[in-house]
């Protein structure tokens, strides 16, 4: 069948069976490798991307389910050699380790922070319930998101990615 | 992992989807879609392997529309998880509903989710859900859990299967006196829920009584002045787990007397299970801790453990206690 999902602004027309889920489309069709497969059974929350601006688990929801909605995935949250400011807040809070969650908790913050631009500890665990970080590195996971919020409310844009 | 293949279609009406269910040669070749959380998950586990899909998000005669008619609480079927956890009708007319949903999976599932299909899923049972093992309700002769793994089973099971409900919506749900309506080739009906969630028996190895052409189109929650109502969930983590046990309860007070109990228990049955034991215990009595363990007592008084989920029956009488003290308090 043919879908047209729209990713990060642009039209994706591609040629899929039904079967497939929205992660792979993402992954293999496309190429955007920047969303992750862990579990594949919507328990780890690795592969989280936006429908809509919400948050969802793209290996528990088909491509062809996607189609006409607004996809957008870590790939579309800054112009290419930038940081959106949930991701500088990450960057500068050492809120990844492994880095395997990160973009799904990166995403799963943007979704928090535009349904509640000041959560306070409680807010945020629950908004990240469903994203696991295996190297259990929650604590500073949740003060990046304290801080992404902090960057937001204080209208940061995208920065230039400085490597030191 | 990977999925069979199938055919995924975007029926224009309600009316071609009850038409297409009706014209399937059996009740997995076709299945509608909504969310996707429970029905991706029996199809990645080769539980259910349907033909084709009908999704049910494109077309118009299901809605997500949350209002007050007719003096009840009416949550159209594609009402999401996320919807039911934050709207503000729920959470005014009925917070306990709210709390099950935000207590149900994680914010990436409660945004596909919907209630429709969140009374539809099928048990967690991780028998029934591993397709190498034969079980019962998926057609085999016996239930491997009776005498197997069974820490996580029923306590009250009037059935072959073992299994029990994983919805805390329907717990609530139950708990207000729902009715589930739904439409099919015969028309529309309107099902209390407690004869919509019915134990799985030899003629129909479902936990509900939706027939094989039916669709559900919304639940309605009678709005009763003065009830209130709770709801408490335990949980082996805080987060992101099914109910080890539940409980939901209300009434309303008139004269400082307890009147419209309902005790409704999760996790500890194959449908949400009602306790008209412990209702009955309660009616007419000024709320108080002795009768609420006297009806704890009674709730779980024809409980029949297995041999690993004994603890069920400690836990389910505590939350029956905390849930009518919270309905007290509220």
Redesign the interface.
């Given at each position: 069948m043919t879908v047209d999902v729209p990713v990060n602004g642009t039209s994706r027309r591609e040629e899929i069976e039904p079967r497939m889920l929205l992660v792979h489309f993402l992954r293999e069709q496309i190429g955007l490798t920047g969303t992750h497969i862990g579990c594949q059974t919507g328990q780890c929350g690795a592969c989280t991307v936006l429908i809509d601006g919400e948050a969802v688990k793209s290996c528990m929801v088909l491509a062809a389910q996607a189609e006409g909605h607004e996809v957008t995935t870590i790939e579309g949250l800054a112009p290419a050699g930038t940081l959106h400011p949930v991701q500088q807040a990450f960057w500068e809070e050492h809120g990844a380790q492994c880095g395997y969650c990160t973009p799904a908790m990166v995403l799963s913050t943007v979704a928090l922070l535009a349904d509640d631009p000041d959560p306070d500890e409680h807010a945020i665990r629950h908004a990240l319930d469903g994203n696991i970080c295996r190297c259990t590195g929650y604590h500073n996971i949740v003060l990046s998101v304290r801080a992404a919020a902090q960057k937001v409310a204080a209208g940061a844009v995208p920065e230039p990615f400085l490597q030191r | 992992?990977?999925?069979?293949?199938?055919?995924?279609a975007q029926p224009e009406s309600l009316a071609d989807v009850i038409a297409a269910l009706g014209a399937a040669p059996s009740r997995d070749a076709v299945r509608p879609?909504a969310g996707?959380?429970d029905l991706?998950?029996l199809m990645?586990g080769d539980i259910v392997a349907p033909d084709r899909?009908l999704?049910l998000?494109r077309l118009t005669g299901l809605d997500d529309t949350v209002e007050i008619r007719d003096n009840e609480l009416v949550l159209g079927a594609l009402t999401t998880l996320?919807a039911i956890e934050t709207g503000s009708l729920v959470g005014e007319h009925c917070p306990a509903l709210a709390k099950a949903a935000?207590l149900a999976?994680?914010?990436?599932?409660r945004?596909?989710a919907t209630l429709g299909g969140n009374l539809l899923q099928r048990p967690r049972c991780w028998y029934f859900r591993e397709h190498l093992i034969p079980c019962w309700l998926k057609g085999g002769d016996a239930c491997p859990a009776r005498e197997g793994e069974n820490g996580l089973h029923a306590l009250f099971a009037d059935s072959p299967c073992v299994a029990v409900h994983p919805s805390d919506l329907a717990t609530v749900l139950l708990a207000m006196d729902a009715t589930v309506t739904v439409r099919g080739d015969a028309g529309e009906r309107a099902i209390a829920a407690g004869d919509f969630f019915v134990q799985p028996d030899e003629g129909r190895r479902r936990e509900n009584t939706l027939g094989g052409d039916e669709v559900v189109l919304s639940v309605a929650i009678p709005l009763i002045p003065g009830r209130t109502s709770a709801y408490h969930k335990a949980m082996d983590r805080k987060?992101?787990a099914f109910a080890l046990v539940s409980a939901a309860c209300s009434f309303r007070l008139d004269g400082g007397v307890m009147r419209d109990v309902r005790v409704v228990l999760g996790g500890v049955a194959p449908i949400p299970w009602r306790s008209t034991a412990a209702e009955a215990a309660l009616d007419g009595e000024r709320p108080g801790a002795d009768v609420f363990a006297r009806a704890a007592a009674a709730a779980l008084a024809g409980a029949e453990p297995l041999r690993h989920n004994g603890y069920k029956v400690h836990l389910a009488r505590n939350l029956v206690i905390e849930a009518l003290e919270e309905v007290t308090r509220a």
């Open positions: - | 992992m990977t999925m069979r293949t199938f055919a995924y879609l996707g959380t991706l998950t990645k899909l999704d998000k996320t935000s999976a994680t914010p990436q599932l945004n596909r987060a992101w």
